[in-house]
């Protein structure tokens, strides 16, 4: 019944058919449609390709099924049943459609084999996530999601052009570029795709608009975009060496200002641009252990990312708060939330037994063994940074440190909350220990890494050890402040919005002052066109004076005399006739 349906289109039917059903049914429909699709893609075939022709003269290539698009099909579909458990006690009819057709247009962005296509949904991916952030009733929201659309714009725009220029070309499908030459077309779609990575330094419209969204729209947004572009960094630059030293930096830039963050969901921003950065360093070196090592942390990171949003999110509703410093004793009062943030946390700093450990450590591992030693350094030096961040920091103020008494219970987190992040928890520990239920679905080429060697779970035990003697030796200055940490988003939200304001207030005036002398010189010219005489006693040669019809007035001598002129005419024109 599945093998030829697209689980993209699931889930837009399962966001319309929720968005127009009662509130009742709207919950039933959120928890059990989406694990159609899941079914759905176990079904589809390898080397399925499907299409229609639009107009007579353009065929929409919309599902081509590899092994590469498989499995991010997979996860977005394991991710959307997640999504939809944990969002179905949402009572907006608008956040659920847009929710659902965001995780569609995500599968279909990845299942999508010609550039018109992909763009298409591409540019879908960011108008249903948008309504993710402005469905939060906050005012803040409103000018998130703004500049979170006006980024988006950019990236859609400057892949439009590379895509144009592709297809003028001749070049209709999606390819890998990089063995092409590397002209306009390349740097547009790679600028475009560069945006929605996250690449530092345009990367701020996570941490921006992600906190900015709705409690479960944030979980949707921290799954998607990015790993779309992770996908499109794979299918499109694998092997681009350029995007190395972009990886590493993204790794780095993360981990450091999410050591300084005090607002969850903020830190957990700035840990995705963290954890994309070892996928886009994986993509980067190109070999087919990287490659794996990419595509396996994207789909970890899905997982445990999402994991720590749902717990995060569960505790800001329930309490009203999400700034670190104000919380504390949350382990006593949610032990559940408790439990899953553990898996969650341990998850994404890479400790064994949980999947974090079966991901990272191939990327990093795949750098060693091609020779660039000083990236898997510093990607093992970013990994530091996450266990203060998050295994540290955050569970120790969040959830051990003794209750401050600032966050009481406003409301109790519902049990299909509960139910989600239990399902991402369980998730997230089956990988870990049995890595094989992901690696053999990673699509480029047989995996050969072995994750539970003991170097390797000795190097990650040596780095939580090494991260956990400065925490506790400066325990009382690892404590979030309040303080704001400035960003390269200061740039468009201060100088850039100066400048707009400036460029605006000048084109309104010239409008102003161009409109008050064409109304003049309209004026004027009807009143020379009535009356010429105007102009001659205007002209820079003679005597200037003011206007006046007695000088132009005609003497009643002159009258008489055409008159007489004119009667003789006429009495020597008869006398001659006669």
Not at 464 to 479: D, G, H, K, W
Request: aromatic share 14%; hydrophobic share 50%; with cysteine.
């Amino acid at each position: 019944m599945f093998e030829h349906f697209h689980p993209g289109f699931i889930f837009f039917l399962v966001g319309l058919f929720a968005c127009v059903g009662s509130e009742k049914l709207r919950k039933m429909i959120l928890a059990c449609g989406p694990f159609l699709a899941l079914i759905a893609i176990f079904n589809l075939p390898l080397g399925l390709e499907q299409n229609f022709t639009f107009l007579q003269d353009w065929t929409s290539h919309y599902m081509y099924v590899d092994k590469l698009s498989w499995v991010f099909g997979l996860v977005f579909c394991i991710m959307g049943c997640i999504g939809g458990v944990f969002s179905c006690h949402n009572k907006s009819p608008l956040e659920a459609i847009c929710s659902m057709g965001y995780v569609g247009a995500s599968i279909c962005c990845t299942f999508a084999r010609d550039w018109i296509t992909f763009l298409f949904f591409w540019e879908l991916m960011a108008a249903t996530s948008l309504f993710l952030v402005w469905s939060d009733p906050r005012p803040s929201s409103r000018g998130a999601g703004t500049r979170y659309i006006l980024m988006h714009t950019l990236s859609g725009n400057c892949i439009l052009f590379g895509v144009l220029l592709k297809l003028g070309q001749g070049e209709i499908l999606v390819q890998n570029l990089v063995q092409g030459p590397h002209d306009a077309a390349f740097w547009f779609i790679l600028a475009g795709v560069a945006i929605n990575v996250a690449m530092v330094p345009l990367h701020a419209w996570i941490v921006d608009a992600y906190p900015a969204a709705t409690f479960t729209g944030s979980v949707f947004m921290s799954s998607y975009t990015t790993k779309v572009a992770v996908y499109a960094m794979l299918r499109i630059f694998g092997g681009t060496e350029l995007l190395i030293g972009a990886g590493v930096l993204m790794a780095l830039y993360g981990a450091l200002y999410a050591v300084m963050e005090n607002d969850m969901l903020r830190l957990l921003s700035y840990h995705i641009v963290s954890q994309v950065g070892y996928m886009v360093a994986g993509a980067g070196i190109g070999t087919v252990m990287s490659m794996n090592g990419a595509t396996a942390h994207a789909f970890c990171d899905i997982l445990f990312k999402s994991l720590l949003f749902m717990c995060c999110n569960a505790i800001a509703y329930a309490t009203g708060i999400r700034r670190i410093n104000e919380l504390g004793g949350m382990a006593k009062r949610y032990p559940t939330v408790f439990l899953c943030f553990v898996v969650g946390a341990f998850s994404i700093s890479g400790i064994p037994l949980f999947n974090g450990f079966v991901s990272k450590t191939m990327t990093i591992a795949a750098a060693g063994q091609a020779h660039y030693a000083l990236t898997a350094t510093l990607l093992e030096l970013a990994s530091v940074g996450t266990l203060l961040s998050i295994c540290f920091k955050m569970m120790y103020f969040i959830f051990l440190a003794p209750d401050k008494g600032m966050a009481p219970e406003i409301r109790e987190i519902p049990t299909n909350m509960k139910a989600g992040m239990i399902m991402g928890a369980v998730c997230c520990t089956a990988i870990g220990v049995f890595p094989n239920l992901l690696y053999r679905y990673l699509p480029f080429g047989a995996v050969e890494y072995v994750p539970y060697t003991l170097p390797h779970v000795l190097q990650m035990l040596q780095l939580a050890f090494i991260s956990v003697i400065p925490f506790l030796l400066f325990l009382p200055r690892m404590e979030p402040h309040t303080a704001l940490s400035l960003d390269t988003d200061w740039v468009y939200r201060r100088p850039l919005k100066r400048l707009f304001f400036g460029l605006s207030s000048l084109c309104i005036s010239l409008c102003h002052g161009l409109g008050h002398a064409w109304g003049v010189g309209t004026v004027q010219f009807m009143e020379l066109c009535a009356n010429p005489m105007k102009l001659l006693d205007a002209r820079p040669f003679r005597h200037k004076r003011h206007y006046s019809p007695d000088n132009y007035r005609t003497s009643i001598a002159d009258t008489i005399m055409i008159i007489l002129t004119v009667l003789f005419i006429c009495i020597y024109t008869f006398r001659t006739i006669g």
